[in-house]
């Protein structure tokens, strides 16, 4: 019969997801997590096969705490910009958690659609959101989507890095800026696509 682990996979992860907010991704040895466990590394190999899988469920509960974290609620700021404003401060507040999320390389990642499935739920939401709220088809409300995360992803990375830091107010008007343009440019190809042929420059 196996030994009975000596902590569950939840106490692990958790020990984990604090050790990668602290020191980011590179912190994440089996060595430092058994300290902050207060044992040896042994016990952390009766629960995982190995740091790849444990270091799965990191980024999984990583995903999760944003995810809560851009659920938050911030008044009447709309769905869509709540969660870029959200994503921004994230990286302000967590910036071990967002680097683990959103700046390990994708080897595998040619497309947008790649980056796009290891959002979860958040870009749906942000998606339909912008359908909804603001008269677009499925096809231009992506387009929005992509090209102000893109942006929203620039700002989020130099607060991260430590490179730049912003006040809310300044990331709210940032972000209503990149929106209100990408908006914009996606009611004008409606209106070109509407106009006469001989009308398009």
Known sequence: MPPKPKFTREEIVEKALELVAQGGEEALTARDLGQRLG????????????MEELQGEVRHAAMRRFEAYAGREMGETPPFKRVGMQMVLFALEQPGLYQLLFLRENRGAVRFDDVLSELGETAEVCIQAICRDYGLSREKARGVFENVWIYTFGVGTL???????????????????????????????????????????
Do not use: W, Y
Not at 39 to 50: D, E, H, L, Q, Y
Not at 162 to 188: D, I, N, P, W, Y
């Open 39 to 50: 044992s040896s590394a042994r016990p952390i190999f009766t629960v995982f096969k190995n």
């Open 159 to 201: 607060c991260a890095r430590g490179m730049c830091r912003f006040s809310q107010e300044e990331v709210e008007k940032m972000l209503s800026t990149a929106f209100r343009a990408m908006l914009l440019l996606a009611h004008a190809d409606d209106a070109a696509e509407d106009a006469s042929p001989e009308l398009i420059p």
